[in-house]
């Protein structure tokens, strides 16, 4: 089989969405020399407001990653008498934020990933002992067969006075109405719970901006805005950034749901070539696809020979199972998708 072009599944521009600079507008500099403290960034104001709404929360703020964003938030949360509940399949720059809360002496604990009865042990024991919970969790945990169960998480934080931080990265864009992430998937946006969730997400993925968004409450998001440490010591989203987000926002109002629908059928696509040449794959309707190669296989000589023959993967060695994941993407061709797929299947063929 020709290679060709490559066929890239390394990237998680979901939506395939890249502003190039003559799709947007033009900007004086990349940055106004001043933290956010001092002045928001010409747009980041309605930008976040737009972005509040597609999410079903109050209000938002921009922040330049969700290095930045967690940092401050559990830095803000850490001043509270307060409990970390983590789930254990949340992703390690949340988790480094939350960690950050308990260097400052807030008690951090993990439970099993959707295992409701185990979080709600936890909320009652740090209740008992007079600290209100705070559970961490992925919106949606790439692999997976689906989302954790977030309304009992949600309904748990809220009944100890509590709060839902969600790390909503990967759904962003992908899920629930309009691309409007997990809350919305999940029937929570502007519920009764809502002053007891807060959302952190990258519109790195769904979206392809380096920037990232806090979403909750307005009180909440007031709150942080004042006591924030990175809106006062670190530079902002760049204007390249906001006018890039304008864009995507832009994007997605006029032609975002046919996106999400041209990647479900890429997904549909590649799920049924693995199943008909008798690999498994696990992913569910996410694009992040990843199969699991037969015992025995060597996953260096089998993710070399895939990259010679033009179809670029990530390779995963996870204990004794090798794992190749594929990254799926609005833009994809059928033709690459079936590329990808019977190649695979040739050299699992030929090297196991």
């Known amino acids: 089989m020709s290679a060709g072009a490559p066929a890239d599944f390394t990237s998680a521009l979901y939506l395939g969405m890249r502003h190039p ?5 033009g900007w004086p500099a990349l940055t106004l020399g001043k933290p956010a403290a001092l002045q928001e960034v010409p747009g980041a104001a309605a930008v976040a407001r737009e972005l509040a709404h597609l999410q079903g929360c109050a209000a938002a703020t921009l922040l330049p990653s969700t290095l930045h964003l967690f940092w401050d938030l559990f830095g803000m949360l850490g001043r509270e008498r307060l409990a970390v509940l983590v789930d254990e399949a949340a992703y390690p720059v949340a988790c480094w934020g939350a960690e950050r809360a308990a260097g400052m002496g807030l008690p951090l604990r993990r439970f099993r990933h959707g295992d409701v009865a185990e979080l709600a042990r936890q909320v009652k024991y740090w209740r008992d002992a007079g600290r209100r919970p705070v559970v961490l969790a992925d919106g949606y945990s790439p692999g997976g067969t689906g989302p954790p169960p977030l309304s009992a998480y949600a309904a748990l934080a809220a009944r100890a006075g509590g709060l839902l931080v969600l790390d909503d990265t990967q759904a962003l864009g992908v899920l629930g109405r309009h691309g409007g992430g997990s809350l919305v998937a999940a029937g929570l946006a502007r519920g009764h719970a809502a002053n007891a969730m807060v959302v952190g ?5 769904g979206f392809g901006v380096p920037m990232a968004v806090l979403a909750g409450s307005r009180a909440l998001i ?22 890039a987000a304008r864009n995507a926002l832009r994007l997605n109002a006029a032609r975002g749901d046919a996106l999400r629908r041209a990647l479900a059928r890429r997904i549909g696509q590649f799920r049924a ?8 794959c696990t992913g569910g309707a996410f694009p992040v696809q990843t199969v699991r190669l037969p015992a025995g296989s060597n996953l260096a000589e089998l993710h070399g020979a895939l990259r010679r023959r033009g179809v670029l993967a990530l390779p995963q060695c996870r204990g004794n199972a090798a794992r190749l994941t594929f990254l799926l993407r609005a833009d994809h061709t059928a033709a690459e998708i079936e590329r990808a797929a019977a190649t695979l299947d040739e050299l699992v063929r030929e090297l196991t």
């Open 201 to 205: 997400a990258s519109l790195a993925k």
């Open 222 to 243: 007031d709150r942080f805005e004042a006591d924030s440490d990175t809106r006062l010591h670190a530079s902002p989203p760049s204007l390249a950034a906001v006018h």
């Open 273 to 280: 070539a693995l199943a008909a040449m008798g690999l498994a």
């Open 21 to 25: 600079t003559w799709a947007l507008d």
